[in-house]
């Protein structure tokens, strides 16, 4: 069983399932993508959902100041750093007591040899691509991550899961929890709901779990 985060949400609906599947994250991205929305968007989709506190945002090289700026009014508690920041820069963000998710694009082994160098909540482990930095909808080689527990226990695994890979990515990685968006999708930015509450049904060992709140192990 892992734990679900549903990335690239644009719309109140694809939300509302979301959550009534029991997705335990649910992420807008405030960066260039095809699902980027502005902060005033989410705000106003987040404000539907008071109890729900799975939030995340998904940010790129972006200013601490607008970053900043994006989670206060939000209220965000799970910040995603998607691109090439620095320890310093996420560790900056956890003193001031938010979920920091460190994304890391896998290429071969050498895109891991900077881990140790974070103190964060958890690392999310994407598909290197040269021309993106998310949403390839492709797979890495799993292999890569090895079986170190400090990793696993706090692993969020992306880069084209769906319904269909699934089982065998959790059984062969055993991360805490798995991140999807294309997986999920009918087209950019719009869920199917027969994939998304498939995909969150296989997740969770097919209990369906509403979740409000999620935190990792400390």
């Not at 994407?126 to 021309?131: C, E, G, L, P, R």
């Not at 949403?135 to 799993?142: I, L, S, V, Y």
């Not at 991140?179 to 869920?191: L, N, R």
């Amino acid at each position: 069983m892992a734990k679900v985060k549903i990335c690239g949400n644009t719309n109140e609906e694809d939300v509302a399932l979301a959550i009534r599947a029991g997705a335990d994250f649910i992420g807008f991205i405030f960066t260039e993508s095809k699902r980027r929305i502005s902060p005033a968007q989410a705000s106003a989709i987040i404000e539907k959902f008071p109890d729900y506190l799975g939030f995340a945002g998904v940010f790129l090289n972006q200013p601490k100041r607008d970053v900043e700026e994006t989670a206060r009014m939000l209220g965000l508690q799970w910040l995603q750093f998607h691109g090439d920041e620095t320890a310093l820069y996420c560790g900056s963000f956890m003193d001031q007591g938010y979920s920091v998710i460190k994304t890391f694009h896998v290429k071969d082994e050498m895109s891991l040899k900077r881990l140790d160098e974070y103190n964060v909540t958890a690392f999310l482990f994407d598909t290197y691509s040269a021309d993106k930095k998310g949403g390839t909808g492709t797979a890495f080689d799993w292999n890569l991550l090895g079986d170190r527990s400090f990793i696993h226990d706090k692993l969020f695994l992306a880069g084209g899961l769906n319904p269909d890979n699934l089982e065998a990515a959790i059984r062969s990685v055993r991360p805490y929890a798995v991140d999807v968006a294309s997986g999920v999708e009918s087209k950019p930015g719009k869920k199917d709901p027969v994939l998304l509450e498939r995909f969150i049904r296989l997740a969770h060992g097919d209990k369906k779990n509403n979740v409000t709140q999620s935190t990792l192990p400390q």
